[in-house]
């Protein structure tokens, strides 16, 4: 069987602390979160009940017609990606994950992708005469469509917090011109 394409992240070690400046405002955060997650479900709802109002409303006045008066336009949501993993860096998105590995030394972490997976591998092993400890650490996360593994980056905090940033591709709009071949 041939060799998956395999390639290694380097681990850029940093004298900083992603408990201090991520998680020193976490309950404003989380309230802010919650409210934005409260008014998409209201709005959510409320388009619901507009669009079986109006489906009903469409259905029974048309009687020899096929499809109601008013078919709802399609939405495009791609343009609207909202999720704790992505965030803005200039005019592009970047995928962010971050991983606790305090329990490593930063020669036991390994961070690599295979084809389209970026896997993250740790391994501790001590043995005494008294005692034996062994720990292992691994996360697999499928990366999106696009994504250049080449461009992917890691870096490990101080208190242990194994931060992975892959650039996403840019978002093409819905709208695509086709060139015409004159003969």
């Known amino acids: 069987m041939a060799e998956a394409n395999k390639?290694?992240?380097?681990?850029?070690?940093?004298?900083?602390?992603?408990?201090?400046?991520?998680?020193?405002?976490?309950?404003?955060r989380?309230?802010?979160?919650?409210?934005?997650?409260?008014e998409e479900?209201?709005?959510?709802?409320?388009?619901?009940?507009?669009?079986?109002?109006?489906f009903f409303e469409s259905t029974s006045s048309?009687?020899?017609s096929a499809l109601p008066s008013r078919v709802p336009k399609p939405q495009n949501y791609v343009s609207d990606i909202s999720s704790p993993l992505i965030q803005d860096e200039g005019d592009n998105k970047?995928?962010?994950?971050?991983?606790?590995?305090?329990?490593?030394?930063p020669e036991e972490i390994v961070v690599k992708t295979v084809d389209q997976k970026l896997l993250v591998h740790a391994k501790h092993e001590e043995k005494s005469d008294t005692k034996s400890v062994y720990r292992e650490y691994n996360r697999e996360f499928l990366l999106p469509k696009g994504v250049n593994p080449e461009s992917i980056?890691?870096?490990?905090?101080?208190d242990g917090v194994?931060?992975?940033?892959?650039?996403?591709?840019?978002?093409?709009?819905?709208?695509?011109?086709i060139p015409i071949?004159?003969?």
């Open 7 to 28: 390639r290694n992240i380097p681990i850029k070690l940093g004298d900083f602390s992603v408990i201090d400046t991520e998680f020193s405002s976490i309950r404003e």
């Open 30 to 38: 989380f309230d802010s979160e919650m409210r934005k997650m409260e």
């Open 41 to 54: 479900m209201a709005k959510f709802r409320h388009e619901l009940m507009n669009r079986e109002a109006n």
């Open 62 to 64: 048309t009687t020899n």
């Open 94 to 105: 970047v995928l962010k994950l971050r991983f606790d590995v305090s329990q490593y030394a």
């Open 153 to 158: 980056r890691s870096s490990l905090s101080k």
């Open 162 to 177: 194994l931060t992975v940033d892959a650039p996403l591709p840019a978002l093409t709009a819905g709208e695509t011109l």
């Open 181 to 183: 071949a004159h003969k």
